[in-house]
């Protein structure tokens, strides 16, 4: 479908879901904001089909009518390449000098005995859920299986989240993973770690997810299981084989460092070739394979990775760009940490969310900004600000010269800033400043 999998599986339904997801927690809060009790009625049914007119409104966007009207020929089908430079789609012919794969990725769903008894889920299928699952089992403890177990939560299902590892959000630091699972379990997620999966069977109960802790087994009844353990490129059936095109052991596409794949003529970019699974990625990266592909007579250009941001959509959000504290460590680099709490931010505190922190991460006296976390709401969006100053090589002391708006939640990046000045003041300057204020008073 136009539109890939961020519009019609991805990005956009998850981002619909949360929100309908968000509003049911918020009502259930009223008391908090002054106002009375609410009872609220979720209707499931209501909101999954409401994440399906999402869908519809953003597929204008993305829709064939808008790319032929751009000049673009649309040719929907079965698509495999029979050549360097051509493709056949449902036995039409199509040839190119340059051809860019951008077929994208799909769900993993690792192979246990009795899987086909579960009925499961992926983040692909589980948008055609219009019956609340009243027990649901989220597998994966990454960004997808945390919005969903969230979400889902939140509408009324009793989540168990299960995990393979030792915390959630491995990627980022363990205050983050550790801030998330407090949220879960006082919100009533179960969350189990260190479970390793090892069959579903079905029994008197229903059916039930077996995994090994410690030596022993335990059965996780639901009522459905959803699998959130990763992704996968989509390149099967493209006849790459056949053409010599190199992938890897995953089936991804091996690229040089402007796109292009072993074979000259062929291009990619997005989930199919990695290493960053984002649409922002893939967006970033369909610029370069393009120019790359159209003028690589004359010049081929690197992609630059230098600043990848990314996001969790949890409430409260996670953001980052740049180097969290875990991986500063990892490649020995002496560094400073700066952090600002939302409970110290007069917006927040007229909002009712103060729970998260704004973490940054600098060379030991210097106000470089090596890396950001933000934990807390509108996280994604505060975090643009310090994604432009890494680009073009501002500080903090840039930031803090800069006049925001209050109140805001984004204002508690100038806070941020500041705080990193008042660690940093000219110590050896202050007595003379002292006196001079003193002699000051005195001449007065």
């Known amino acids: 479908k136009m539109g890939g999998d961020c519009l019609n599986t991805g990005c956009v339904p998850s981002k619909a879901l949360i929100r309908s997801a968000?509003?049911?927690?918020?009502?259930?809060?009223?008391?908090?904001?002054?106002?009375?009790?609410v009872e609220v009625d979720i209707d499931f049914a209501q909101v999954m089909e409401r994440v399906q007119r999402v869908i519809q409104q953003v597929a204008l966007h993305d829709s064939v009518e808008r790319y032929e009207g751009l000049g673009v020929e649309c040719a929907t089908g079965s698509a495999r390449l029979v050549s360097p430079q051509e493709v056949e789609v449902d036995g039409r012919l199509v040839s190119a000098r340059r051809i860019i794969i951008a077929t994208g990725g799909k769900p993993m769903v690792p192979e246990l005995p009795g899987l086909e008894l579960g009925d499961v889920l992926?983040?692909?299928?589980?948008?055609?859920?219009?019956?609340?699952?009243?027990?649901?089992?989220?597998?994966?403890?990454?960004?997808?299986?945390?919005?969903?177990?969230?979400?889902?939560?939140?509408?009324?299902?009793?989540?168990?989240?299960v995990v393979h590892g030792t915390r959630l959000l491995k990627r980022e630091d363990v205050d983050v993973s550790a801030a998330v699972l407090k949220v879960f379990e006082g919100q009533g997620i179960e969350v189990l770690f260190n479970h390793d999966l090892n069959s579903i069977v079905a029994g008197e109960r229903g059916r039930s997810l077996v995994c090994d802790v410690d030596g022993d087994t335990?059965?996780?009844?639901?009522?459905?299981?959803?699998?959130?353990?990763?992704?996968?490129?989509?390149?099967?059936?493209?006849?790459?084989?056949?053409?010599?095109v190199e992938v890897d052991r995953r089936g991804g596409l091996l690229a040089d460092g402007t796109l292009r794949t072993s074979v000259p003529s062929i291009y990619c970019a997005g989930d199919v070739v990695g290493p960053y699974l984002f649409t922002h990625m893939a967006a970033h990266q369909a610029g370069y394979a393009t120019l790359n592909a159209l003028f690589d007579r004359f010049r081929r250009t690197k992609v630059d990775y230098g600043l990848v941001p990314w996001a969790t959509f949890v409430d409260p959000e996670v953001a980052r760009v740049?180097?969290?504290?875990?991986?500063?460590?990892?490649?020995?680099?002496?560094?400073?940490?700066?952090?600002?709490?939302?409970?110290?931010?007069?917006?927040?505190?007229?909002?009712?969310?103060?729970?998260?922190?704004?973490?940054?991460?600098?060379?030991?006296?210097?106000?470089?900004?090596?890396?950001?976390?933000?934990?807390?709401?509108?996280?994604?969006?505060c975090i643009a600000e310090y994604i432009l100053a890494m680009k073009h090589g501002l500080g903090l002391k840039k930031i803090l010269s800069t006049i925001h708006i209050y109140p805001t939640v984004a204002e508690g990046n100038k806070m941020a800033a500041g705080a990193w000045q008042r660690e940093h003041l000219p110590v050896k300057v202050l007595p003379w400043l002292k006196r001079f204020q003193r002699w000051s008073r005195g001449q007065w």
């Open 122 to 161: 992926t983040s692909d299928t589980v948008w055609q859920l219009r019956q609340k699952p009243q027990r649901l089992v989220v597998v994966g403890g990454g960004p997808i299986g945390c919005e969903l177990a969230q979400a889902f939560s939140r509408l009324g299902c009793d989540v168990v989240q």
């Open 218 to 244: 335990v059965e996780l009844d639901f009522d459905q299981i959803l699998f959130a353990v990763g992704r996968q490129p989509v390149t099967a059936g493209l006849g790459l084989e056949e053409l010599g």
């Open 22 to 37: 968000k509003l049911v927690a918020q009502l259930q809060q009223t008391e908090l904001y002054g106002l009375g009790r």
């Open 322 to 381: 740049g180097i969290n504290e875990q991986e500063a460590k990892k490649s020995g680099i002496r560094y400073e940490v700066t952090r600002f709490e939302y409970g110290e931010l007069d917006r927040s505190i007229a909002d009712s969310e103060t729970q998260g922190w704004i973490k940054v991460i600098t060379p030991q006296g210097k106000d470089k900004i090596l890396g950001v976390t933000i934990v807390g709401s509108h996280a994604s969006d």
